[in-house]
């Protein structure tokens, strides 16, 4: 976990670095001599530094230690009042950014970020999760300048949404040498290329390195013939996803700090694994020492993909690397009931990662100030699930990311069962909870499903009527708590009237029922009755009745449902 160092210099400085303090455990505050010394040594010592001092003071303190952004520790500076939380140095690759926004959060104080690609609302290449190299400046100064910026790709990866400067090639050869016109390029490789004042690389995770080795092989033995194999190929070990070997040899020394070298993961197979690998090389010898005719080869090709470098040995170690294809990223995104500060983080975060956004158009209406710049938008009107559903997972299996959102969370009545239907092996599925309409709704009405409860939909527009009413059934003779979905509509006017029939079968007509109407949206109602008087036209499809167990009483204007439990001194 992220070390945060703490320095201040007044009285109010250490009261906001309390709060800290007692807010993160890998927070602490640093001291010494003078407050120069504590900020030097919050410098060596931690990852990241909170000062609570002047922003002059922090320059001229912290300007003779600068040496790479990429290794330097994070800084904030707040100021004597905690107004202001600035991200100083940093803000991407350090996460100063992220710092301040979290620093302001708890000192209510305004997160300050001067980032160039964050004040215009772009992705920096910095921030990607890839390495990067070459002229990362100039080209993010060209993208935000809106100068025509080339994006050239080895293949399609799951990149965010571009700026329309930025024209995607078809996939080429990006070794070759400068532009010809002399223009911008942003290359997406895993190949060795020239760099000038104009190209930036990004370096995607495509390589899979497979290691066979000797029990004790050293270490710099491993690494160097992975070096020279790399280089002769002309490949960049950025672009390692991770080493590869058989399971025997996971606690082998010399394969696992070269891996932790390379700062990738160590992935090990069993030896029948690897066995079924198709190979180039096989080699009996090999198969009778570890139960398989290939390490090296089958273990960088276990998965698929396409080997570029055969196996090559040294005395005791053998490498062979392989490229995998990308694989595209679908996100299955909640939105919560509708009000945005019931959106989660991690659903905002997913959009704004997104290059494709699909979905219903009013939902996609809810979230248009989130997406960034070039986001391809894919949406439709109700009825169409299904077509989304395939929709998302094409653009994900083409090799891009993907946000596929509905209301509420995404898994209950919504978008995730019929997108992961399609979903196979060859894209990466991220599910993003919501706020369910039903959550929404209990908290408006007390405490109604503080014991067991079901979800039940009264739509039979793909469920026939029988099944519904038989599960209607069983939640009423279980005497549960139902959260009752697509209770009523124009066209389906009777189905709530059974239900709600068969639940004062089962419980007495005095049961609380309550139905919450655009549930933390506007034109929000909430409305309180019994299964005895509950009208049944005041509930429509944009509704929730929840109907109360046996149990569930009203207190004080409020349904609650007691929890059931013995408690134990």
């Given at each position: 976990m992220q070390q945060i160092g703490l320095v201040a210099a007044t009285a109010a400085g250490h009261r906001h670095a309390r709060t800290l303090a007692a807010a993160w455990p890998h927070a602490r505050p640093v001291d010494g001599e003078t407050v120069a010394d504590a900020l030097r040594t919050a410098w060596t010592e931690c990852d990241a530094v909170v000062a609570f001092l002047a922003t002059g003071a922090v320059v001229r303190i912290l300007a003779p230690l600068l040496d790479d952004k990429r290794t330097d520790p994070a800084v904030v500076v707040v100021d004597e009042a905690a107004r202001h939380a600035v991200a100083l140095l940093g803000g991407h690759t350090g996460g100063a950014n992220d710092l301040a926004a979290r620093v302001g959060a708890l000192l209510d104080a305004r997160p300050v970020v001067t980032t160039a690609t964050d004040a215009v609302d772009l992705p920096g290449l910095d921030t990607l999760g890839w390495p990067v190299e070459g002229a990362v400046a100039a080209v993010s100064r060209a993208i935000l300048d809106g100068e025509p910026v080339r994006l050239v790709t080895d293949a399609t990866w799951p990149l965010p949404a571009l700026p329309e400067n930025v024209t995607r090639q078809p996939p080429a050869d990006p070794s070759a040498g400068e532009a010809a016109d002399g223009g911008y390029r942003l290359l997406v490789t895993d190949r060795l290329v020239p760099l000038d004042g104009r190209t930036a690389v990004l370096r995607p995770p495509s390589l899979v390195a497979g290691i066979g080795a000797s029990r004790d092989v050293p270490a710099a033995e491993v690494a160097g013939l992975l070096r020279r194999v790399m280089a002769d190929a002309g490949l960049s070990p950025a672009s390692l996803r991770c080493l590869a070997s058989i399971d025997v040899k996971a606690d082998e020394a010399g394969i696992v700090d070269t891996a932790r070298a390379l700062g990738v993961p160590l992935e090990t197979a069993a030896a029948a694994e690897l066995a079924a690998v198709d190979v180039p090389h096989p080699s009996e010898v090999v198969r009778a020492a570890v139960g398989t005719p290939s390490v090296a080869e089958a273990a960088a090709l276990r998965g698929g993909g396409t080997l570029l470098v055969p196996k090559t040995a040294s005395a005791m170690a053998t490498v062979a690397v392989a490229r995998h294809a990308p694989r595209g990223r679908l996100a299955i995104v909640g939105l919560g009931p509708g009000a945005a500060d019931l959106r989660t983080p991690r659903a905002v975060a997913e959009l704004r990662r997104a290059a494709v956004v699909v979905g219903l158009d009013q939902y996609v209406d809810q979230v248009r100030d989130l997406l960034r710049p070039g986001t391809r938008v894919l949406a439709s009107g109700l009825g169409a699930e299904e077509e989304r559903a395939r929709a998302a997972v094409a653009e994900a299996v083409a090799g891009h990311a993907v946000a596929l959102i509905g209301s509420g969370d995404a898994g209950v009545y919504a978008m995730a069962s019929p997108a992961?239907?399609?979903?196979?092996?060859?894209?990466?599925?991220?599910?993003?909870?919501?706020?369910?309409?039903?959550?929404?709704?209990?908290?408006?009405?007390?405490?109604?499903?503080?014991?067991?409860?079901?979800?039940?939909?009264?739509?039979?527009?793909?469920?026939?009527?029988?099944?519904?009413?038989?599960?209607?059934?069983?939640?009423?003779?279980?005497?549960?708590?139902?959260?009752?979905?697509?209770?009523?509509?124009?066209?389906?006017?009777?189905?709530?009237?059974?239900?709600?029939?068969?639940?004062?079968?089962?419980?007495?007509?005095?049961?609380?029922?309550?139905?919450?109407?655009?549930?933390?949206?506007?034109?929000?109602?909430?409305?309180?009755?019994?299964?005895?008087?509950?009208?049944?036209?005041?509930?429509?499809?944009?509704?929730?009745?929840?109907?109360?167990?046996?149990?569930t009483r009203l207190v004080a204007g409020r349904m609650v449902t007691p929890r059931g439990y013995r408690w134990r001194p």
């Open positions: 992961l239907e399609y979903a196979d092996e060859r894209i990466d599925v991220v599910g993003v909870p919501g706020v369910t309409a039903g959550l929404a709704a209990s908290a408006l009405l007390g405490a109604p499903l503080g014991h067991d409860h079901v979800y039940l939909s009264l739509s039979d527009l793909h469920t026939p009527w029988e099944v519904i009413a038989r599960r209607v059934t069983a939640a009423a003779e279980g005497d549960l708590v139902a959260l009752l979905y697509n209770p009523r509509s124009r066209a389906r006017d009777w189905q709530l009237g059974a239900a709600l029939a068969t639940f004062a079968a089962h419980r007495p007509p005095s049961t609380p029922v309550g139905v919450v109407r655009n549930a933390s949206r506007d034109g929000e109602r909430v409305h309180l009755a019994t299964l005895e008087t509950l009208d049944p036209t005041v509930v429509d499809m944009y509704s929730v009745v929840v109907v109360g167990s046996s149990r």
